[in-house]
């Protein structure tokens, strides 16, 4: 499920054991060269989602339940994303 902090918040509250991984990119500066290069958003929309993305960072520091990975090389942030769901839930790949 992808859902964003606030959404992670209200269901954390119903569902207490739940588990969450934020994803993001190394730093916001990447994040923005990120989207640019897709091109498929305007100019104001990038800035909209760059500004949220710096206040969900903000937010999801301070909340225990995220497990906080970084997506700066795509196969390494899937093995270690696997690597946690297998811990989290003795899954054998």
Partial sequence: M???IQGGK???KTLSNSN???IDAPN???LEERLVRRGNEEA???EKRMKNSKEELEEVEKLEFYEHLMNDN???TKQLMWEY???KYEVKL
């Fill in 2 to 4: 992808d859902i964003d």
């Fill in 10 to 12: 209200q269901v954390h």
């Fill in 20 to 22: 969450f991984l934020f």
């Fill in 28 to 30: 916001l500066e990447v």
């Fill in 44 to 46: 104001e929309v990038i």
């Fill in 74 to 76: 795509l196969i390494e």
């Fill in 85 to 87: 769901i297998q811990k």
